[in-house]
């Protein structure tokens, strides 16, 4: 099946609680959004964001440039809902984050939480990583959330990597400073733990 149509039909077939990636609040990531950019005028996107409540904290904690990206229209309209009338205050866009246009907007801080681990095959993750040195400043930040070494093999039926920080961070390379990494476990809404890395950069001046 198609990358596209795999995201829709999850998005589409299940409730947001019941995906194994569920979580209320994705409160490592608020954390490190907030240590690596605490100034709310900052420009934040969330890529993948999918159904998560992440871009309802920021909007929360007074973030004033938030944007959402997704593969899947079905994601992108049930969180614009969720938020009612704050949705208007968030740049959304529907799109493949390796191919997304996105223009002429760079960002202060790029986050992704299990979305890279998704791409089996080097062309994409280039591609991903070209994508991140355009779009974010020079002197931003990077806050990536893969599954880490000992975590699943596979997610929602696909295949994926699995990443230490070092792995991760040689896939980014020169012009990516490694400020920081830790594994965690992530309780699933099925009752099983899995493994995550979260890894955070900076993109050199
Ligand atoms: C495992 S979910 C994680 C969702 C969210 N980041 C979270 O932590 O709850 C992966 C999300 O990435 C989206 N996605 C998958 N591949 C993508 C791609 N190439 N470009 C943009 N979004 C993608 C899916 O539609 C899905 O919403």
Do not use: N
């Amino acid at each position: 099946m198609e990358t596209h149509t795999h995201w829709e039909t999850v998005h589409q077939s299940k409730a947001c609680d019941a995906l194994s990636w569920y979580v209320p609040h994705l409160g490592e990531s608020l954390r490190l959004i907030e240590q690596l950019c605490p100034d709310r005028a900052g420009a934040v996107i969330d890529v993948g964001g999918g159904e998560s409540t992440l871009v309802d904290d920021l909007l929360e904690r007074q973030y004033g440039d938030v944007s959402v990206l997704d593969l899947s229209a079905t994601a992108i309209d049930f969180t614009r809902q969720r938020l009612g009338e704050r949705a208007q205050q968030v740049g959304w866009s529907v799109g493949d984050v390796t191919r997304h246009d996105f223009g002429a907007k760079q960002f202060d801080l790029w986050h992704d939480r299990a979305v890279f681990h998704f791409l089996t095959d080097a062309a994409s993750r280039r591609a991903y990583v070209d994508q991140v040195r355009r779009s974010v400043k020079p002197g931003g930040h990077v806050v990536m959330a893969t599954f880490g070494p000992q975590g699943p093999l596979q997610c929602s039926g696909l295949d994926v990597v699995r990443y230490d920080d070092q792995h991760l961070h040689g896939e980014f390379g020169a012009g990516f400073q490694l400020l920081g990494s830790e594994l965690m476990q992530h309780h699933t809404p099925m009752g099983t733990d899995q493994q995550f890395l979260y890894c955070w950069c900076r993109v050199a001046h």
